[in-house]
């Protein structure tokens, strides 16, 4: 699945807020391998 830039963004905002990395996998039906890369890359 393809994730807009707008989506990816979110991922930090989230993180920032207190959210773990399990958590916003699940909430967005992806792997948290793809949440830290876009981590990364934000």
Request: no cysteine; net charge positive; glycine share 8%.
């Amino acid at each position: 699945m393809r994730l807009s830039s707008d989506i990816r963004g979110v991922f930090r905002r989230l993180f920032k807020k207190g959210l773990t990395v399990t958590r916003i996998a699940e909430l967005f039906d992806i792997t948290r391998q793809t949440v830290y890369r876009w981590l990364r890359r934000g």
